[in-house]
């Protein structure tokens, strides 16, 4: 019925709320204020990247990697690393744009 999915898709609402939260805590916890406010501009532009960031970092409190807390400069460390490795994947291919020819093209 669909207030069974109405109710589930509640559920999942706040199931996702309460993890978006428990993230912003360990962020908090874990970021210094230069560090958070760079993170949440970097949201800003691109929430995707902040969110890869956001799991690397707290990957990385999780398994005891972190001593104290991540300072903006390690911040910077760590996207430059992200960039790095995403660049060396995606330099291989090329995009080839191809202009949409509508109908009434004389061709």
């Not at 109405?6 to 199931?15: G, I, L, P, V």
């Not at 939260?21 to 230069?34: K, N, Q, V």
Request: proline share 2%.
């Amino acid at each position: 019925s669909p207030q069974n999915q109405n109710a589930s898709a509640e559920e999942e609402s706040k199931r996702k709320a309460a993890e978006d939260e428990m993230r912003r805590d360990m962020m908090a916890t874990i970021l210094d204020s230069a560090a958070r406010e760079r993170l949440s501009r970097i949201a800003l532009v691109s929430p995707e990247r902040s969110r890869q960031v956001e799991t690397i970092i707290m990957r990385m409190a999780q398994s005891g990697q972190l001593r104290g807390r991540v300072s903006e400069q390690q911040l910077i460390d760590l996207l430059d690393q992200m960039e790095d490795a995403r660049s060396k994947t995606t330099a291989k291919t090329t995009i080839v744009y191809q202009r949409r020819r509508d109908f009434d093209d004389d061709d």
